[in-house]
């Protein structure tokens, strides 16, 4: 199942893989079995790959490149970058602020297509819009590397509808990535109405509220990664939050279906402008996600589901006030 991104961008998989829990953000990882993930993804067609320099601190760059290596034309590669790291106590490297400076992007670009070992990146992303700098300037600088041919294709990420329309007057935006599941419908209200009509597809993030929505995780001790930080899995949130998965698993019952599938086939419900990178470090987890695209939910369904589960259900924001804040809104 393809999908075009953006009205003038190229055809895509509808289902990409996200690789970000691949070096480590959700717990360890596995190297053989994170690769094998990703070949199987390929074999598959389900060619975006989604990463950027600053997941693992270029790691994951580094473990793409060992998986598409022979193979780099079966994959449409997604890079982000400009999330800076800042050391913390002990010699602990944390997130610290954020880069669109051209001189920045210029530079990180180089070093991710070297560590990715191709010369070109498909869809380049700043993670965040820079407040320092104004976004033409940043994607004046993209425009130039897509007009050098080291870029394919421009995309934005959690940026609000104005950061938006002042890009697209510098040059095509092909993609928006940004958080869209059942549980994070924020964008619909000024950000999904500016993309469709500025022709920008929508690359929708953590589909499985970080795998929350798989109804996998079941005590807060299920979690000894970063989504310890997150409020939806912190104290009462979590058992609230809980009781809506289980309402998922019912109707995903229904639909013959699994939970991470129905979350999954519910975002790509949502429009034909729509892909999806669910995250996985794991080939069954993978296959289920792909199956996805054989579960057709109907008008009924959909406003079935709208009904069970309406937009702000969901208990806690999606990231801590800290990453709240840093949000372009
Ligand atoms: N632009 C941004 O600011 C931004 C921010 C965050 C993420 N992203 C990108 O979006 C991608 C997806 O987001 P995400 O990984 O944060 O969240 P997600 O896709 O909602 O969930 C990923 C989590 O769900 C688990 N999972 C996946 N499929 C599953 C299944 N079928 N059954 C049970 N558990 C399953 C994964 O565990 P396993 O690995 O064990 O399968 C992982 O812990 C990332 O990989 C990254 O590339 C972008």
Redesign the pocket.
Known sequence: MNRKLGTNGPLVSAIGL????MSG??GESDEKEAIATIERALEQGHNVL???DY?GAGHNEELISKAISGKRDKAFLSV?TGQLYTPGPNGAMGPGPVSGHPNYLRNAVFYSLRRLKTDYIDLY?P??VDPAIPIEETVGALADLAQKGVIRYIGL??ASADSIRKAATVHAITAL???Y?LWSRDIEAQIMPTIRELGIGLVA???????F??G?IRTPDDLKDSRVNMPRYQGENFYKNLELVETIKRLAIEKSC?A?QLAIAWVLAQGDDIIT??????IN??E??IASKNVKLTQVDLQRIEEIMPAGVVSGTRYPERYMNALNR
């Open positions: 996200g690789c970000m829990g953000a959700y989604d990463t950027a997941y982000k992303t993670a965040r990420s959690e990535q940004i958080e599941s993030y953590a589909p499985l509220s970080r795998g929505l798989s996998e699994t991470s990178i669910p995250g996985s470090k794991r987890h993978l289920e996600n």
